[in-house]
């Protein structure tokens, strides 16, 4: 066990693989987020409601990541850093599951909306994990090993959970990510060390950052941003003539590509 963030901490299966473990969690998570927005006009058709409609699909996804994010990580502040990881990866498991599997439009929403409630905060967590497995030295390289996960899940996740979502049913895409999710929960236990909370850790200490106008003013950044690149995916299937001229296997071409749809 470490010694609350004082020593590095040695990983029982090998630093690499607790690395791949921590950044499958980011492809898991980034891929039941993305994924939904290719698949949006097919959520639509099979819930019987437009696309603009399916829409509220993403923004549930998204109430979950903000509202999420800063409770959870507050609620956890003085656990144990690995049960931490391993209860946000059982939340992906549950709500990617339900929403492979409810049948009407609000409980969808529901399930994209309990979805959403880890993606931040598994984030942060595994970040703090990956940091306290290497010198200080190495830090921002683990971290950014760790990030890998989430580009893989733009690159390799979306346009095969696409092609999925297409060939199977969008509930398969959702099906295949909640089961990642539980075998995350098995790799974690396997792979990383257990990992206590710092010493002066407290739900309060962890709120005290909103006291700081960096913090607000990045949050605007990436408000702005992240809205006009999911506001422009998600209307370019309805309101985008040119993208309507395409067959879905041009889709999957330009997901590849690193274009969104």
Request: aromatic share 10%; with cysteine.
């Amino acid at each position: 066990m470490a010694e609350k963030g004082r020593n590095v901490v040695q990983a029982p299966r090998g630093l690499a693989f607790a690395q791949i473990v921590l950044g499958l969690g980011g492809l898991f998570i980034g891929t039941g987020e993305f994924a939904s927005m290719g698949l949006l006009p097919y959520m639509a058709a099979s819930t019987h409601v437009s696309v603009p409609q399916a829409g509220n699909l993403i923004s549930a996804y998204a109430l979950g990541v903000v509202l999420g994010s800063p409770l959870l990580a507050v609620l956890t502040a003085r656990m144990e850093r690995r049960r931490v990881l391993i209860i946000l990866a059982a939340i992906v498991f549950v709500g990617n599951v339900a929403s492979a599997i409810v049948p009407d439009f609000f409980g969808l929403g529901v399930a994209r909306f309990l979805a959403g409630l880890p993606h931040g905060a598994y984030y942060g967590t595994a970040s703090i994990v990956a940091a306290a497995m290497v010198p200080p030295s190495k830090r921002a390289q683990a971290i950014g090993h760790v990030m890998l996960g989430l580009a893989a899940a733009n690159l390799i996740g979306v346009p095969a959970a696409t092609w999925l979502g297409q060939a199977f049913g969008w509930r398969s895409t959702f099906g295949v990510v909640g089961a990642g999710g539980l075998l995350l929960i098995f790799l974690l236990l396997w792979a990383l060390p257990m990992i206590d909370a710092e010493d002066n850790a407290s739900p309060m200490k962890e709120l005290s950052a909103f006291r700081r106008p960096q913090i607000w003013l990045t949050l605007a950044v990436a408000t702005v941003g992240f809205g006009g690149m999911f506001q422009s995916t998600v209307t370019s299937h309805q309101h985008s003539p040119t993208l309507h001229m395409f067959r879905p296997t041009t889709f999957r071409f330009i997901s590849l590509c690193g274009v969104s749809e």
